[in-house]
């Protein structure tokens, strides 16, 4: 497999890729990716910042928080990636809008202790208690 990939949002007008191994990727239970996507939880890749390009159309920026900016298509709302200041070197990439999203299945859960008490997850995956950043 290539580690190559490509993705974009739902009505085309903004395209990425980056180059970089589908490793690193988590189910995030935070209350804040929950409302920003709609979702009751959002899969990320954390990639290497220089990896990533975006390829067509500019993305629309949102500081949902001190330390992260969300990026989204301001035509058909997919929420794309999130970059975050505690990490400068990485984006986070959304997996929903890769173009193969079913070659990134997660290896963990984060921010756990936001989880919805009803949503049942996969017990196989390990899972990482955060700092409160709600």
């Given at each position: 497999m290539s580690?190559?990939?490509?993705g974009g949002c739902q009505c085309g007008a903004v395209?990425?890729?980056f180059h970089a191994p589908l490793r690193d990727i988590a189910h995030c239970h935070c209350s804040?990716?929950?409302?920003?996507?709609?979702?009751?939880?959002?899969?990320?890749?954390t990639v290497p910042l220089?990896?990533?390009?975006?390829?067509?159309?500019?993305?629309?920026?949102?500081?949902?928080?001190?330390s992260c900016e969300r990026y989204f298509c301001s035509?058909?709302?997919?929420?794309?990636?999130?970059?975050?200041?505690?990490?400068?070197?990485?984006?986070d990439v959304t997996i929903a809008t890769l173009d193969q999203p079913e070659q990134a299945p997660a290896d963990r859960h984060i921010w756990t202790e936001s989880r919805l008490p009803w949503l049942e997850v996969d017990p196989r995956?390990?899972?990482?208690?955060?700092?409160?950043?709600?």
């Open positions: 580690d190559l990939h490509q395209r990425y890729q804040i990716c929950r409302r920003s996507t709609g979702g009751i939880l959002v899969t990320w890749i220089a990896a990533f390009t975006w390829l067509r159309g500019e993305p629309a920026r949102f500081a949902s928080s001190p035509g058909c709302g997919a929420h794309l990636a999130l970059f975050t200041t505690l990490s400068p070197q990485t984006l995956l390990p899972e990482e208690l955060q700092e409160h950043i709600d």
